[in-house]
Nanobody, 120 residues
Framework: QVQLVESGGGLVQAGGSLRLSCAASGSIIRINDMGWYRQAPGKQRELVTTITSGGTKYVDSVKGRFTISRDNAKNTVYLQMNSLKPEDTAVYYC???????????????WGRGTQVTVSS
């Protein structure tokens, strides 16, 4: 089993910054894609950004403000969020595609989420 634990959420004023972290632990041989999703009240969960060996992708609404990075040695992914807006308010979830055995099969895991609230 693999656990993903997010941290770094909180309350910040518009224009401020937060840095989220997500650490993976457990039976891990390799982590492929990692990403951040968010879900605002009354809305569906949406993809914010992903990071793979091929690079990074961002949803248009966060381009130029958010930066995803990862430390493979620590099995950790980060999300630096700058110039935060009230519409960024949501629960942010970490996702990782993890290889746990030699079959090569990748299983998707989710963290429990961390609340980000941006006040106007």
């Amino acid at each position: 089993q693999v656990q993903l634990v997010e941290s770094g959420g909180g309350l910040v004023q518009a224009g401020g910054s937060l840095r989220l972290s997500c650490a993976a632990s457990g039976s891990i041989i390799r982590i492929n894609d990692m990403g951040w999703y968010r879900q605002a009240p009354g809305k569906q969960r949406e993809l914010v950004t992903t990071i793979t060996s091929g690079g990074t992708k961002y949803v248009d609404s966060v381009k130029g403000r958010f930066t995803i990075s990862r430390d493979n040695a620590k099995n950790t992914v980060y999300l630096q969020m700058n110039s935060l807006k009230p519409e960024d308010t949501a629960v942010y979830y970490c996702n990782a595609a993890v290889q746990e055995d030699r079959s090569g099969f990748l299983r998707s895991y989710w963290g429990r989420g961390t609340q980000v609230t941006v006040s106007s």
